[in-house]
């Protein structure tokens, strides 16, 4: 791809002074974001394109001043500040404009992390990813489904109809979704699509669970309002349940330390809303996991060759059924699954709970998302 003059799309970013609060400031992430040579990018969205999230545009700038106080310590990537995307007069063209920066990164190798702005932007995130991934994993962290009738151009509400739609998208995960904010016709359409929907306390139960799912993801998205109230106030609408910030840390960790991921998404900050600035320091440790787990990315399987990882075989009880093939790591632990499809055997994520439900007898729900599909 030709060298593309990223000063079209982004707006340099003014860096509030770093502080030292926490460190000392040659020990801060804000001292050391580089400028070349980086494999992490950050840009930020001001968008706010819902009347009742007013306030949502200053959400990059926040999120920044809490996320340089942090340690840059880290061992195998640098990381860099982009800046604000350049939004245009009409919403379309923050669309592609966030297409075509997250193309190029992605292109260069570069992992983009997208904060600000409200969860629309998946969609031209995954547009982004298109050249270097035909057929998407889409995973996305929300306490509501977001479909609605309203079908003109992606929004906050809406965005979903684009993902679950997308020819390239080939599956699709909902963490956290609570079952007050969801409406019949919404799950059953997601069933129809094959999307694999977590409620939240399938997530908080056994949040492990969740790490297979985002390690075999391609794109990651971030809803500040899957969050409690409690540990989360700084949004446009109040909700009372919801993951703990322990949990949204877990998640973004897990997600970070993916081989897969091309790019990150965190959306949904309105500072208006957040007084004491909480919300923001929440979202900025967010960021920091992800940026912790990708520093630690143990290059799996597919990049390392699945013979190396100790095979198991489940024999069936039953005489004429086929036999169920795992991988597992020495070094960490992870597990995989063979499973057959209607394009062959593929091997997918799993955990060491699903080898033990095959162990015993009984049917993960890995197999019956997969199996011959």
Same mark, same amino acid.
């Given at each position: 791809?030709? @060298?593309?003059?990223?000063?079209?799309?982004?707006?340099?970013?003014?860096?509030?002074?770093?502080?030292?609060? %926490?460190?000392?400031?040659? @020990?801060?992430?804000?001292?050391?974001?580089?400028?070349?040579?980086?494999?992490?990018?950050?840009?930020g969205v001001q968008t706010e394109s819902d009347p009742h999230n007013?306030?949502?545009?200053?959400?990059?700038?926040?999120?920044?001043?809490?996320?340089?106080?942090?340690?840059? %310590? %880290?061992?195998? #990537?640098?990381?860099?500040?982009?800046?604000?995307?350049?939004?245009?007069?009409?919403k379309k063209d923050a669309y592609y404009a966030l297409a075509d920066v997250?193309?190029?990164?992605?292109?260069?190798?570069? #992992?983009?992390?997208? #904060?600000?702005?409200?969860?629309?932007l998946t969609v031209p995130m995954s547009e982004g990813i298109t050249d270097i991934c035909s057929k998407q994993r889409v995973s996305i962290i929300d306490s509501k489904i977001d479909l609605s009738s309203d079908n003109t151009i992606p929004s906050a509400h809406n965005y979903l109809k684009w993902i679950i739609n997308k020819k390239e =998208?080939?599956?699709?995960?909902?963490?956290g979704i609570q079952n007050y904010y969801c409406c019949e016709w919404q799950v059953k359409e997601l069933a129809n699509k094959n999307c694999l929907v977590k409620r939240l306390r399938e997530v908080r139960d056994k949040i492990y669970l969740c790490e297979p799912i985002l390690r075999d993801s391609d794109l990651f998205s971030f809803d500040i309002s899957a969050i409690r109230q409690s540990d989360a106030p700084g949004r446009a609408i109040s909700i009372p349940n919801g993951l703990?910030? =322990?949990?949204?840390?877990?998640?973004?960790?897990y997600a970070g330390l993916s081989d897969s991921i091309l790019a990150y998404g965190l959306f949904g900050l309105n500072p208006s809303h957040d007084a004491s600035e909480a919300t923001a320091a929440l979202a900025a440790q967010i960021i920091w996991h992800i940026l912790s787990g990708i520093d630690n990315r143990y290059h799996d399987y597919p990049q390392r060759p699945i013979e190396e990882y100790r095979r198991f075989v489940v024999y069936p009880k039953? @005489?004429?059924?086929?036999?169920?093939? %795992?991988?597992?790591?020495?070094?960490?632990?992870?597990?995989?699954?063979?499973i057959p499809t209607a394009e062959g055997n593929k091997i997918f994520a799993c955990s060491q709970d699903d080898y033990m439900q095959f162990c015993n007898d009984s049917i993960p729900d890995i197999w019956m998302r997969h199996f011959m599909k």
């Amino acid at each position: 791809m030709e @060298e593309m003059d990223l000063s079209k799309y982004v707006d340099e970013y003014d860096a509030t002074p770093v502080t030292g609060a %926490f460190l000392p400031v040659e @020990e801060t992430l804000g001292h050391k974001l580089v400028k070349e040579n980086y494999q992490v990018a950050l840009i930020g969205v001001q968008t706010e394109s819902d009347p009742h999230n007013i306030g949502a545009r200053l959400a990059p700038d926040a999120i920044r001043k809490q996320l340089y106080e942090l340690t840059g %310590f %880290f061992h195998t #990537i640098q990381i860099a500040d982009l800046g604000n995307l350049k939004i245009g007069k009409k919403k379309k063209d923050a669309y592609y404009a966030l297409a075509d920066v997250v193309r190029y990164l992605t292109n260069q190798q570069i #992992i983009p992390i997208i #904060i600000g702005g409200t969860q629309e932007l998946t969609v031209p995130m995954s547009e982004g990813i298109t050249d270097i991934c035909s057929k998407q994993r889409v995973s996305i962290i929300d306490s509501k489904i977001d479909l609605s009738s309203d079908n003109t151009i992606p929004s906050a509400h809406n965005y979903l109809k684009w993902i679950i739609n997308k020819k390239e =998208v080939s599956e699709t995960n909902l963490l956290g979704i609570q079952n007050y904010y969801c409406c019949e016709w919404q799950v059953k359409e997601l069933a129809n699509k094959n999307c694999l929907v977590k409620r939240l306390r399938e997530v908080r139960d056994k949040i492990y669970l969740c790490e297979p799912i985002l390690r075999d993801s391609d794109l990651f998205s971030f809803d500040i309002s899957a969050i409690r109230q409690s540990d989360a106030p700084g949004r446009a609408i109040s909700i009372p349940n919801g993951l703990s910030n =322990v949990n949204a840390c877990e998640l973004a960790h897990y997600a970070g330390l993916s081989d897969s991921i091309l790019a990150y998404g965190l959306f949904g900050l309105n500072p208006s809303h957040d007084a004491s600035e909480a919300t923001a320091a929440l979202a900025a440790q967010i960021i920091w996991h992800i940026l912790s787990g990708i520093d630690n990315r143990y290059h799996d399987y597919p990049q390392r060759p699945i013979e190396e990882y100790r095979r198991f075989v489940v024999y069936p009880k039953v @005489e004429g059924d086929t036999q169920t093939i %795992f991988y597992n790591s020495l070094s960490n632990r992870r597990w995989w699954i063979e499973i057959p499809t209607a394009e062959g055997n593929k091997i997918f994520a799993c955990s060491q709970d699903d080898y033990m439900q095959f162990c015993n007898d009984s049917i993960p729900d890995i197999w019956m998302r997969h199996f011959m599909k």
